[in-house]
C-alpha cells in the first residue's frame, strides 16, 4: 500500500482527508498546533494545554464512525455558559490530555473512539503559539492574531523552545508522496515549514512534493496571488523547485457566492497559470474541484483524492 504524509492545520487539510480515507492509502496526518481561535484558544488558556482544536477536527475527518457519532462530536453545547460553546470532541480530547498526560496517548485513545483510518501527529507535543514579526520588528502573537495582521508578517517563529515531532521524521522517510493541503499558507502550512530542520528534511525526501493550491486568495495574505505565487512562497522555505507537482481549480465559477466572497470579504478565485508553473518546473494537474458546501466554496473531497490516488498509482493523471 502507497504512503503519504500531508501537512496541514484544521479546515483544508479535514477536507482533503474525507476523501483520501476512502482510497487504499496509508495516510500520516501531520497537524499544526499553534491553533488559539474560539473553543479551542479558551481551552488553551484556562488549562495551558496544547491546541485540541484542529487536531479533533482531522482525527474526526479521519474517522469511520456513522453519521450519529460524528453529529455527537461535532456538537456544541450554545445554550451552556459554563461548556462555553466547547464541542464534545474538544472537551474529550482534554479529558484525555488530563487523563494520559500527552499528546500521543491521548490521540491513541480518540482514534480508537472514532475509528480513525491512518494516522494523526501532531507537529509537536509543546503548547506554543506562532508569533508574526512585522517589518516595524513588533512581534504579533497567536495564530488568530497573525491572520489578522498578515499583511504586516515578514517573518514567523514560535514564542517558547519546541521539540518537532519524532514521528513526522520516520514518516517522511517511508513516504511515497509529501504533500502540503490547501489552507492558509501564514497559519496552517508554513508553521510546519518555519523549523528549518523540519523543512530541509523535507526538501531532502525521496518522496515528491505535492501542493494542493487554494481556491481562492486571502486577505493581506495572497491579494491577487496565481497559482505559482503560492508554490513560490512554498519553495521560499523549502528550498528552490521544493515543490514537484501542485493541484489547481481550473474552472472560475459565477455565482451569488462568487460576488459576495468579492465584496464581503475580498476574496477572489485563484488564477490558473501554466506558463509560470512550468518555468518553475512544476507538474500541473487541473481539473474542476471547487463545489459548495455549507454555504462555502470547498474543495471536491473526492475528485482531489481521486487525483491523488492516480498520481501515486502511475505517476500522472
Given at each position: 500500500?502507497?504512503?503519504?504524509?500531508?501537512?496541514?492545520?484544521?479546515?483544508?487539510?479535514?477536507?482533503l482527508l474525507?476523501?483520501?480515507k476512502?482510497?487504499?492509502i496509508d495516510?500520516?496526518?501531520?497537524?499544526?498546533v499553534?491553533?488559539?481561535?474560539k473553543s479551542?484558544?479558551?481551552?488553551?488558556e484556562?488549562?495551558?494545554?496544547?491546541?485540541v482544536?484542529?487536531?479533533?477536527?482531522?482525527?474526526?475527518a479521519m474517522?469511520?464512525?456513522d453519521?450519529d457519532i460524528?453529529n455527537?462530536?461535532?456538537?456544541?453545547?450554545v445554550?451552556?455558559?459554563?461548556l462555553?460553546?466547547?464541542?464534545?470532541?474538544?472537551?474529550?480530547?482534554?479529558?484525555?490530555?488530563d487523563?494520559?498526560?500527552?499528546?500521543?496517548s491521548?490521540?491513541?485513545?480518540?482514534s480508537?473512539?472514532?475509528?480513525?483510518k491512518?494516522?494523526?501527529?501532531p507537529?509537536?507535543?509543546s503548547?506554543?503559539?506562532?508569533v508574526?514579526?512585522t517589518?516595524?520588528?513588533k512581534?504579533i502573537?497567536?495564530?488568530?492574531q497573525?491572520?489578522?495582521?498578515a499583511?504586516?508578517?515578514?517573518?514567523?517563529?514560535?514564542?517558547?523552545?519546541y521539540?518537532?515531532?519524532?514521528k513526522i521524521?520516520k514518516?517522511?522517510?517511508e513516504?511515497?508522496?509529501i504533500?502540503?493541503?490547501a489552507?492558509?499558507l501564514?497559519?496552517?502550512?508554513?508553521?510546519?515549514?518555519?523549523?528549518e530542520k523540519?523543512?530541509?528534511?523535507?526538501?531532502?525526501a525521496?518522496a515528491?512534493?505535492?501542493?494542493?493550491?487554494?481556491?481562492?486568495?486571502?486577505?493581506?495574505?495572497?491579494d491577487?496571488?496565481?497559482v505559482?505565487?503560492?508554490?513560490k512562497?512554498?519553495?521560499k522555505?523549502?528550498?528552490?523547485k521544493?515543490?514537484?507537482?501542485?493541484i489547481?481549480?481550473?474552472?472560475?465559477?459565477n455565482s451569488?457566492?462568487?460576488?459576495?466572497?468579492k465584496a464581503l470579504?475580498q476574496?477572489d478565485?485563484?488564477?490558473l497559470?501554466?506558463k509560470?508553473i512550468?518555468?518553475?518546473?512544476?507538474?500541473?494537474i487541473?481539473?474542476?474541484?471547487a463545489?459548495v458546501?455549507?454555504g462555502?466554496?470547498?474543495?471536491?473531497?473526492?475528485?482531489?483524492a481521486y487525483?491523488?490516488?492516480s498520481?501515486?498509482?502511475?505517476?500522472k493523471k
Amino acid at each position: 500500500m502507497k504512503k503519504i504524509v500531508i501537512f496541514g492545520g484544521g479546515t483544508g487539510l479535514s477536507q482533503l482527508l474525507k476523501g483520501l480515507k476512502l482510497f487504499p492509502i496509508d495516510i500520516t496526518a501531520v497537524v499544526s498546533v499553534a491553533d488559539n481561535g474560539k473553543s479551542t484558544g479558551r481551552l488553551r488558556e484556562e488549562l495551558n494545554i496544547p491546541a485540541v482544536g484542529d487536531i479533533s477536527k482531522v482525527l474526526l475527518a479521519m474517522s469511520d464512525t456513522d453519521e450519529d457519532i460524528q453529529n455527537l462530536m461535532n456538537y456544541r453545547f450554545v445554550k451552556s455558559k459554563s461548556l462555553g460553546n466547547h464541542s464534545v470532541k474538544n472537551l474529550l480530547f482534554t479529558a484525555l490530555l488530563d487523563l494520559k498526560g500527552n499528546f500521543e496517548s491521548s490521540i491513541e485513545v480518540l482514534s480508537k473512539i472514532m475509528d480513525v483510518k491512518g494516522t494523526v501527529l501532531p507537529f509537536s507535543d509543546s503548547s506554543i503559539n506562532l508569533v508574526g514579526v512585522t517589518k516595524d520588528g513588533k512581534e504579533i502573537v497567536g495564530q488568530v492574531q497573525v491572520s489578522q495582521r498578515a499583511s504586516e508578517i515578514v517573518q514567523l517563529k514560535y514564542d517558547k523552545d519546541y521539540a518537532v515531532n519524532p514521528k513526522i521524521f520516520k514518516a517522511i522517510d517511508e513516504a511515497d508522496l509529501i504533500i502540503f493541503a490547501a489552507g492558509s499558507l501564514l497559519t496552517s502550512i508554513l508553521p510546519h515549514l518555519i523549523d528549518e530542520k523540519l523543512a530541509n528534511y523535507i526538501y531532502k525526501a525521496r518522496a515528491k512534493k505535492l501542493y494542493i493550491c487554494n481556491l481562492f486568495t486571502q486577505p493581506g495574505e495572497t491579494d491577487n496571488y496565481k497559482v505559482s505565487d503560492h508554490i513560490k512562497i512554498l519553495n521560499k522555505y523549502l528550498g528552490e523547485k521544493g515543490i514537484d507537482i501542485v493541484i489547481a481549480n481550473s474552472v472560475h465559477k459565477n455565482s451569488e457566492l462568487i460576488d459576495k466572497y468579492k465584496a464581503l470579504e475580498q476574496k477572489d478565485q485563484v488564477k490558473l497559470d501554466p506558463k509560470e508553473i512550468k518555468n518553475l518546473g512544476v507538474e500541473l494537474i487541473h481539473d474542476d474541484l471547487a463545489i459548495v458546501e455549507g454555504g462555502y466554496y470547498r474543495h471536491d473531497s473526492l475528485k482531489t483524492a481521486y487525483l491523488i490516488f492516480s498520481y501515486l498509482m502511475d505517476g500522472k493523471k
